[in-house]
């Protein structure tokens, strides 16, 4: 069964760096999400992107976050200057044409930011 | 955004039928009810979704009210494997799913 896959599993980095987390969406999907979850709370909408532009963005998405598909395959979301509360969960998620389809998660990345 | 309410938590003994309520009485005619799953430590689930009429799949069933306003999501046998937290979730055009706190399951054996 196809699947969402995301890479790395945990990474770690510094405040101030910058960190590109990888996906790689279901092949015939064609609307790519980011959610995050800081540990314990909610999962939060971070941005949502069709047709290679972003369609819609949270609060949360401010100019540290940017997101690409830069081949057919890879959809990479990344935070150029990390803060310590970007430390979350980040999942990717998928899904394919149609209104009102079911999203298909990644098991997602951990982000610690140090 | 369409709020909804589901309770903190439930518990229910394996093998046994689960029913997870949720109200959801902001919802709009064109608005479809999704539910997920969280196993912990994993990414949110699909689990089933409606518009009107009752729905089942592998994983579940989902009984909707006739006026729309509350759902109910139905394990038929609960195992230890269902034990994780249960989102319900209105998805509204545009696609982007919010989440709330949601039901936390607890199957004991």
């Known amino acids: 069964e196809p699947e969402v896959t995301q890479t790395p599993s945990h990474q770690v980095t510094q405040m101030g760096q910058e960190v590109i987390l990888r996906c790689v969406p279901i092949?015939?999907?064609?609307?790519f999400y980011w959610y995050r979850q800081i540990l314990g709370q909610k999962v939060e909408f971070l941005v949502s992107f069709y047709n290679n532009e972003i369609s819609e963005k949270s609060e949360i998405f401010d100019d540290q976050f940017s997101v690409e598909r830069p081949d057919g395959s890879n959809f990479t979301l990344k935070i150029r200057s990390t803060k310590l509360e970007d430390s979350a969960m980040y999942f990717c998620a998928s899904r394919r044409g149609g209104s009102y389809n079911e999203q298909f998660f990644g098991p997602g990345t951990r982000l610690t930011v140090l | 955004d369409a709020k909804t309410t589901q309770p903190n938590s439930m518990e229910s003994n394996e093998e046994e039928p689960v029913h997870l309520p949720c109200n959801h009485s902001?919802?709009?005619?064109?608005?479809?009810i999704h539910w997920y799953r969280q196993l912990p430590s994993q990414g949110p689930e699909y689990v089933i979704h409606g518009l009107t009429s009752n729905v089942n799949n592998r994983m579940a069933s989902l009984a909707i009210a006739e006026d729309r306003k509350s759902s109910t999501l139905i394990l038929h046998r609960a195992t230890l494997r269902d034990a994780a937290v249960y989102y319900c979730l209105i998805m509204e055009y545009g696609n982007k799913l919010v989440f709330g706190a949601g039901t936390i399951l607890r199957v004991k054996s």
């Open positions: 902001t919802i709009s005619g064109t608005d479809y």
């Open positions: 092949s015939n999907h064609l609307y």
